[in-house]
C-alpha cells in the first residue's frame, strides 16, 4: 500500500531535496553506533546568549555596537590622560557605566529566565529503550538532555516529544498517532502521524540492525525524507512528513507511542526554527542619524573655534606664560653642566592646540544625547504596555491580547502609507460554510430549498450544515438514476479526498455521537461537515482506510494511495478501494488546475454550465472547488503504484518525482460538480477600510482567489466602490500582458488629465492576475506596474504566490518612501509580512507562522484603526518630541559651557562641577521626557478616530524634520544666551566666586529647560507633575548636596548665593526671557497658522462648553513640515 500523508501541503515546491551522499543515517536503538563516525548534536537545548564566563565580553561587544557608545567609550579614555583630563576620572566614566549597567542589568535578566527555563526543559524525563537493562531490554526514566540521535523512545499521552522522531509503533492497531502541534506552529488542530506497516508489529529491541537515511536537519517543519531499510527486506521502506513526530508536539488521544531520534537539541526542526523575527530599525531612528551628524558637526565646530580662539591668545601671551605649567621652556629645578636650566619638555603652541580641541571635545560631549538611546527604549517599553492593555485590541471571540514583539518600530505605526492584506483570514473569517453545490451541470444554490440537516442519525457533525432538500431527496430516492448516481459519487468525493481526522465524542443526546473533524484546512472541514449532513458521514481514519457512514450503513474504504495539495498543481488527489472491489480516483482543486486534466469531451454541455454557475458562485464572494474523479483499471493502478513506490523511496529529486506521478493519473477526469463555500467577512472590516482610506492609507489586497471571488469581496469590504474605474490585467501571454500595461498606463493619463482638481479626481482601481505578476517580474516592466499602481487609489491582486506577495511589497519599498504595512494570518504571508517595514499578524485559523514572524499580532483586521490612528499617531508624536527634545535639552546646556569658555582665556575650566555636568543628561533631566513621551497625549482617541485625516500629520513627517531640528537648535542657543548672560551681567563686578555662579547656571538650565517641556506638556496628570516639579527639586537637592562634601570644589557656595534676593530674581528673570521665543512662536503658530491637530485641540476644549454635534471642520491635507 502506497501512502504519502500529510506530504507538502505548504512547503513542498521549495523544500530542499538531497542525495544520497547527504543522508544522515541513524542506527535504531543503537546511539553509539549512530554517532561513532559523526558525532550528532546532542538533546540538551540552549536558548540562553550568555555564560557566566562570557557575559561580561559579550554584552559589551554588542552594546558597543552603537556607534554613539564607542563615542563616549573614546572621550572617558581621554579623560584619563593627564595632558586632556578636565573632568575627575570617576565622573568623566559615570554617564557611559551607568548606561552600559542599566543595559547589562536588563540582558542579564532576561538571560537569566532562558537559563531557568532551559534548566527545566533539559531536566525533563523521557523512557528510553535500554538493550543493557537487568532483565532484558526495558525503557528507563533519561533525562532529556541525555537523549541521542538512535535512541528509542517511548512516549505516552499527553506527554511532550523530547526530540524529532520516526515513529515505529503506537497503541493503535492501525499505527495512527495523533499530535497536537500549538506549542509548534500554534495550531490546535490534531494532527494524525502513522507508524509503518513494517516496523509497527516488531518489538522495538528486534529493529536493531534497522537503518534509516534521512535528509540533513533544516527548517521545514512540513516536509520530511527518508528510508527504512530493514534487515531482511530487499526494497527500501519510504519515509515521509506523516511518519516523523517534532519537539514540543504533544501526544494525544493515544495510549503511547515509540519512535526513534533522527534529530536532537538544537537540529530539532522548533529548535531551527527559533530565531524569531528579523530585527527592523524604525525610520524615525534612522533620521535621527542625520541630526546626530549635524550635533556632532557643531561640536566639532565649537571645539574648533575654541582651539583655534586658544592658540591666538597663547601666541599672544606666549612670553607671560613662562612660569606657567606645561608651557615654561625651561626647566628651573635642573642645570646642566654650563649652569643652564635644561630644557623642559615643552609641547609647543601648535600641540597645545590639538590638546584644548581635544579637552573641548570632552566637555562638549553631551552635545550628543548618550541617554537619549536609553530613554527611547523605556519610552518604546511603556507604549507597548498600553498597547497592550488596551481593551480596544482585545479580542473576545479568541480571548487574545495584543503582542508587541518589536519594541523598536512603536513610532513607524504612526507613517503607514499603504496598507498590504491577505484576504482568507484577515478580511474574512476563515470559518468556511458549506452553501452550494453544482453537481452533473445542475445548480444548487437555492436558499429558500435550505434547512437544517433532519432526520434520527446517529453522527452528528459538531458544524452544523443547512441541506437543500431537493439535493436530499435526490440522494435518498434517485440511487438508479444516473443524476442520482453522480451525486452520490460527488458526496463520497468530499468525504473521502481529504486528510480530516474524526474525533468522535458523545453528545447531550446518549443516542448521538457528535464529529469534530480536525484539519489543517477549514476548507476541508466545511466540505467533510457537509458531505456528513447529507449522509455521507466520515467517521474513522486509519493509516491504511476510513470508514464512512454511507445513509446509516458502515462502508470502509481502503486508502490506496493520496498526493496532497500542492501550491504547484493547486489541487489533491486520493486513490480509493471501494467495497465493490473497484479503484476509484478523486481530484479536487482549483477550477483554473482542474478544467485542465478534465475530459473535455465527455459531457460538454455539464462544464459550460459549471463553469457558468463557478462564474456566479465567485460572483457572490464564495470559494470554488472543482470535483472530479476517474475509475481505474487494475493495470493503471499497479503501473500508478510501481512509479509511486520508487518517487518516494528517492532521496534525490523527490518531491519533482512525486509531482510527476501525480500529474500522470490525474488526467481525463470526468466532472462531478463543483462547491460553494462562504468565508463571512469578519466584523468591523467594511468601516475599517472606509476609515483607512480617509486617513489617507492605500489598501492593497493580495489573494489566491479567483479574480471575480476577490472582486466580489472587495465590494462587500468597501474596498471597491461602484464609482471606481476598473483597470483589469489578466494575461494569459507575455504580448497581451505588455498590451495590457500600456493600455493601462494610457487609460491612467487620460482620466488624470481630465481632472486636475482633487475633489473632481476619478478613483482608480487596478485588478491585476498572478500569470500577469509572473510575466512583469520576469521582464523589465515593474516600472510600467509601480507607474500605474501609485496612480490607483485601490489594487486588487488575484492568484499571487507567497513569494509574489513579497514581490508586490517590494516593489513599493524599493521606488517610493511611502512607510509600509502587511497584514496576514497564514505561511503563505510570512514572506510578505516580513518584506514590509511594520508586519502584523491575525491570531487565526490557519496556525501562528504569520504571528511568529510579524512585527505585532492582534486578533482582528479592525484593530488596524485604533492600532494605527490612535496608537501609531501618539507613539509617533510622543518620539519625536522627545528626540528633538534631547537635542534641544543637551545643545542648551552646551553652549552654556561654551560662552563660559571664551570668557576663561580658552582655558576649558568650567564653573559648572564636572559632576553636575555629568548628572544633568542622566538625572536632572531623563526623568520627565520620558514620562511626557509615555503618557502625553496631543488628543483624545475620540477625536483621532473620528477625524482620520489627523493621521496625515505622521505620514508627511509634520513632528520631526530638519526644519523642526533648526527651529530647536536656534531657541536653545538664545536660551543658553539668556541663562548665561542675564547672571554674569548681574554678577560682573562682584566678588561671587565662579562655584556659586556655576550653581545658578546649572538650576537656571534644568528650570529653563523643564519649563519649556511643561509647556509643551498637553494633559498633565499627576505623574506629569511629579515628573516635572519633582525634576526640578532633585537637582536642587543634588546641587546641595554636591556643595555640602568638603572635597569637592564649590564647598557651600551655593548656601551662600541662595541668600540673596538676586539669586532669586536671576532665576525668574533667566526663565522669563529664554521663554519668551518659545511663548511668542507658539502663540503665533496657533492663532494665525493652526496645524490640524491645533484645530482639533480647540474643538476638544470647546466641547466642555459646547455641544460636540458642530458641523465638522475641513482638515488640510497640505504639508506644513
Known amino acids: 500500500m502506497a501512502e504519502d500523508h500529510g506530504s507538502s501541503r505548504h512547503m513542498s515546491a521549495s523544500q530542499k531535496e538531497l542525495g544520497d551522499e547527504d543522508a544522515r543515517v541513524v542506527r535504531v536503538g543503537d546511539a553509539a553506533r549512530t554517532n561513532e563516525r559523526l558525532d550528532f548534536a546532542g538533546n540538551a537545548v540552549r536558548t540562553a546568549k550568555y555564560s557566566p564566563l562570557t557575559f561580561l565580553p559579550r554584552n559589551l561587544l554588542e552594546q ?92 505516552v499521552s499527553d506527554e511532550s516529544l523530547p526530540a524529532d522522531m520516526v515513529l515505529l509503533a503506537t497503541g493503535e492497531p492501525t499505527g495512527v498517532a495523533y499530535v497536537q502541534t500549538l506549542n509548534l506552529d500554534g495550531e490546535s488542530n490534531l494532527k494524525t502521524r502513522y507508524a509503518k506497516q513494517e516496523t509497527l508489529s516488531t518489538p522495538p529491541e528486534r529493529l536493531a540492525s534497522a537503518v534509516i537515511r534521512c535528509e540533513r536537519p533544516n527548517r521545514n517543519i512540513y516536509g520530511f525524507q527518508a528510508n527504512l531499510e530493514l534487515e531482511g527486506e530487499s526494497r527500501r521502506i519510504p519515509l515521509g512528513p506523516s511518519n516523523i ?167 513607524d505605526l504612526g507613517q503607514i502609507k499603504c496598507i498590504f492584506s491577505d484576504k482568507t483570514g484577515t478580511l474574512t473569517q476563515n470559518k468556511m460554510e458549506f452553501r452550494c453545490a453544482n453537481i452533473d451541470g445542475v445548480d444548487y444554490s437555492d436558499i429558500a430549498r435550505q434547512r437544517p440537516a433532519e432526520g434520527d442519525r446517529i453522527w452528528a457533525p459538531k458544524i452544523s450544515v443547512n441541506t437543500d432538500q431537493e439535493l436530499v431527496k435526490l440522494i435518498r430516492d434517485g440511487g438508479d438514476t444516473e443524476q442520482g448516481r453522480q451525486t452520490r459519487e460527488f458526496f463520497l468525493a468530499l468525504a473521502t479526498c481529504n486528510t480530516i481526522v474524526p474525533m468522535v465524542t458523545d453528545g447531550p443526546d446518549p443516542k448521538k455521537k457528535v464529529i469534530d473533524y480536525q484539519g489543517e484546512s477549514p476548507d476541508e472541514q466545511a466540505l467533510v461537515s457537509a458531505a456528513a449532513a447529507y449522509g455521507f458521514v466520515l467517521v474513522e481514519r486509519t493509516s491504511g482506510h476510513i470508514v464512512i457512514d454511507v445513509l446509516g450503513e458502515k462502508q470502509r474504504y481502503d486508502v490506496l494511495g493520496l498526493h496532497e495539495f500542492d501550491s504547484d498543481r493547486k489541487r489533491m488527489s486520493v486513490i480509493i478501494g471501494c467495497p465493490d472491489k473497484s479503484v476509484k480516483l478523486f481530484v479536487k482543486g482549483a477550477d483554473s488546475s482542474m478544467f485542465e486534466v478534465i475530459d473535455k469531451m465527455l459531457n460538454s454541455d455539464v462544464i459550460q454550465a459549471t463553469e457558468k454557475h463557478l462564474h456566479s458562485y465567485s460572483s457572490l464572494g464564495l470559494r470554488t472547488l472543482v470535483i472530479g474523479m476517474r475509475e481505474l483499471s487494475q493495470e493503471e493502478f499497479q503501473e500508478w503504484q510501481m512509479a509511486y513506490e520508487k518517487a518516494s523511496t528517492a532521496l534525490l529529486g523527490r518531491g519533482n518525482l512525486l509531482r510527476g506521478v501525480a500529474a500522470d493519473i490525474e488526467r481525463n477526469l470526468r466532472l462531478l460538480g463543483a462547491s460553494g463555500i462562504e468565508d463571512k467577512l469578519q466584523d468591523g472590516v467594511p468601516e475599517a477600510i472606509e476609515k483607512l482610506r480617509e486617513a489617507g492609507i492605500k489598501v492593497w489586497v493580495l489573494t489566491g482567489d479567483k479574480q471575480e471571488t476577490a472582486i466580489s469581496i472587495g465590494y462587500s469590504c468597501k474596498l471597491l466602490t461602484r464609482d471606481m474605474t476598473q483597470i483589469v490585467i489578466n494575461s494569459r501571454s507575455r504580448d497581451s500582458c505588455r498590451r495590457s500595461l500600456d493600455d493601462a498606463i494610457t487609460m491612467v493619463n487620460k482620466y488624470q488629465s481630465f481632472s486636475t482638481d482633487p475633489q473632481l479626481r476619478v478613483p482608480l482601481a487596478l485588478i491585476i492576475d498572478g500569470n500577469s505578476l509572473v510575466y512583469i517580474f520576469d521582464t523589465d516592466w515593474e516600472e510600467k506596474l509601480f507607474e500605474i499602481a501609485i496612480a490607483c487609489d485601490v489594487v486588487l491582486c488575484c492568484r499571487v504566490a507567497p513569494l509574489q506577495k513579497a514581490g508586490i511589497v517590494d516593489l513599493i519599498k524599493k521606488r517610493t518612501s511611502d512607510m509600509t504595512l502587511a497584514i496576514g494570518d497564514g505561511a503563505n504571508d510570512v514572506s510578505m509580512i516580513q518584506m514590509a517595514d511594520v508586519g502584523i499578524g491575525i491570531s487565526g485559523q490557519e496556525g501562528r507562522q504569520a504571528v511568529m514572524a510579524s512585527d505585532f499580532a492582534m486578533g482582528q483586521f479592525r484593530f488596524l484603526v485604533p492600532l494605527l490612528l490612535v496608537h501609531g499617531h501618539w507613539n509617533y508624536q510622543r518620539m519625536a518630541y522627545m528626540i528633538l527634545y534631547n537635542f534641544y535639552r543637551n545643545a542648551t546646556f552646551v553652549f552654556v559651557l561654551f560662552w563660559y569658555v571664551l570668557y576663561t582665556g580658552f582655558t576649558l575650566t568650567t564653573a559648572i562641577t564636572e559632576w553636575s555636568s555629568v548628572l544633568y543628561s542622566v538625572i536632572y533631566t531623563a526623568v520627565p521626557t520620558i514620562v511626557v513621551a509615555i503618557l502625553d497625549k496631543d488628543l483624545s482617541r475620540g477625536t483621532l478616530l473620528k477625524y482620520a485625516q489627523l493621521y496625515g500629520p505622521g505620514q508627511r513627517e509634520e513632528n520631526y524634520n530638519l526644519r523642526l531640528f533648526i527651529f530647536i537648535m536656534m531657541d536653545s542657543v538664545w536660551q543658553s544666551v539668556a541663562c548665561f548672560f542675564i547672571p554674569y551681567l548681574a554678577y560682573r563686578k562682584s566678588v561671587i566666586d565662579s562655584s556659586s555662579l556655576g550653581d545658578l547656571w546649572t538650576l537656571s538650565v534644568v528650570i529653563l529647560v523643564n519649563i519649556h517641556l511643561a509647556m509643551d506638556v498637553i494633559r498633565w496628570n499627576w505623574i506629569t507633575h511629579a515628573a516635572i516639579w519633582g525634576s526640578i527639586a532633585a537637582t536642587w537637592i543634588c546641587v546641595m548636596i554636591l556643595d555640602s562634601i568638603p572635597t569637592l570644589p564649590g564647598f557651600w557656595a551655593i548656601y551662600k548665593v541662595m541668600g540673596t534676593g538676586l539669586f532669586w530674581a536671576l532665576l525668574l528673570a533667566v526663565t522669563v526671557v529664554g521663554m519668551i521665543p518659545h511663548f511668542a512662536a507658539k502663540a503665533f503658530i496657533e492663532y494665525f497658522i493652526p496645524s490640524d491637530i491645533q484645530i482639533a485641540r480647540e474643538m476638544e476644549k470647546s466641547q466642555d462648553t459646547h455641544d460636540a454635534t458642530h458641523p465638522e471642520v475641513q482638515m488640510s491635507s497640505v504639508s506644513r513640515a
Not at 546626530?292 to 599672544?316: D, E, N, R
Request: hydrophobic share 45%; aromatic share 12%.
Open 64 to 155: 558597543f555596537h552603537r556607534l554613539a557608545y564607542v563615542y563616549f567609550l573614546v572621550i572617558a579614555v581621554l579623560n584619563q590622560l593627564p595632558q586632556l583630563a578636565v573632568f575627575g576620572r570617576g565622573a568623566s566614566v559615570m554617564p557611559l557605566a551607568f548606561v552600559l549597567a542599566v543595559t547589562a542589568v536588563k540582558d542579564a535578566y532576561e538571560d537569566w529566565r532562558r537559563h531557568r527555563s532551559d534548566r527545566a526543559e533539559n531536566g525533563r524525563l523521557a523512557a528510553v529503550l535500554s538493550p543493557d537493562a537487568a532483565g532484558g531490554a526495558q525503557f528507563l526514566p533519561t533525562k532529556w538532555k541525555h537523549v541521542r540521535v538512535g535512541d528509542v523512545v517511548r512516549v
Open 245 to 411: 513526530v517534532l519537539r514540543g508536539c504533544e501526544l494525544k488521544n493515544t495510549a503511547w507511542a515509540v519512535g526513534v531520534v533522527v534529530y536532537a537539541g538544537r537540529e530539532t526542526k522548533a529548535m531551527l526554527n527559533n530565531a524569531g523575527a528579523p530585527k527592523k530599525r524604525s525610520r524615525l531612528e534612522t533620521h535621527m542619524n542625520r541630526e546626530t551628524l549635524f550635533l556632532s558637526a557643531i561640536l566639532v565646530v565649537l571645539c574648533t573655534l575654541v582651539a583655534a580662539l586658544s592658540g591666538v591668545w597663547l601666541h599672544t601671551h606666549e612670553e607671560e606664560l613662562e612660569l606657567a605649567q606645561f608651557f615654561h621652556k625651561k626647566d628651573y629645578l635642573k642645570r646642566d653642566d654650563n649652569n643652564d636650566y635644561e630644557n623642559y619638555n615643552y609641547y609647543g603652541i601648535a600641540a597645545q592646540i590639538v590638546f584644548i580641541f581635544l579637552m573641548a571635545v570632552i566637555v562638549f560631549q553631551i552635545m550628543i544625547p548618550i541617554s537619549l538611546y536609553i530613554s527611547m527604549e523605556l519610552v518604546r517599553l511603556g507604549q507597548a504596555y498600553f498597547m497592550i492593555r488596551d481593551t480596544k485590541l482585545f479580542d473576545e471571540s479568541s480571548n487574545t491580547r495584543f503582542q508587541c514583539r518589536a519594541l523598536n518600530i512603536n513610532e
